[in-house]
């Protein structure tokens, strides 16, 4: 059972990328939907306005998409929160970990209950006709926090299988 501090971090790293996430998406909206972009680093890295109705990579489920992606983010919160509540005590990197991930389904839901467009995405990599799907912080967030939670994962599992090794002996 995590201590009181390690659900602080949780919590406070959730709702730090969520006030992130919407302070920057605000910005976006501000200053790039009367443009066609702003090249940061030539075209390389541009900041370009984007709206996205679906989910990760422009995934689209027709006309519901926008209902489907805003339950499919709740639940996600709601798991996240109680993995946060069931982790081992210590273990505050996860508790970092599910804090990004959570941050930042939440600043994604934000958008998709605010507004029919669907989610501001605002920064755009690549060259020429090879570019990532443009995304924004609360998409970093969550990648992030998903590298990070494999990887506790993975390390609770080392840790496991060490013990039952010299349980075994």
Known sequence: MPSAGERRLFVGTALGVLVLDALTKLVAEAYLLRTTGVSVAGEWFQLRLVYNPGAAFGLHLGPYSRWIF???????????????????????????????????????????????RGVVDFLDFGIGNLRWPTFNVADIAVSCGAVALAISLWIEDSRQARHEAASAR
């Open 70 to 116: 805003l339950g499919l983010a709740l639940g996600a919160i709601v798991l996240l929160a109680r993995m946060s509540a069931t982790a081992a005590a210590g273990d505050r990197f996860r508790q970092l970990a599910l804090g990004l991930v959570a941050g930042g389904a939440a600043g994604n839901l934000v958008d998709r209950i605010r507004s029919h």
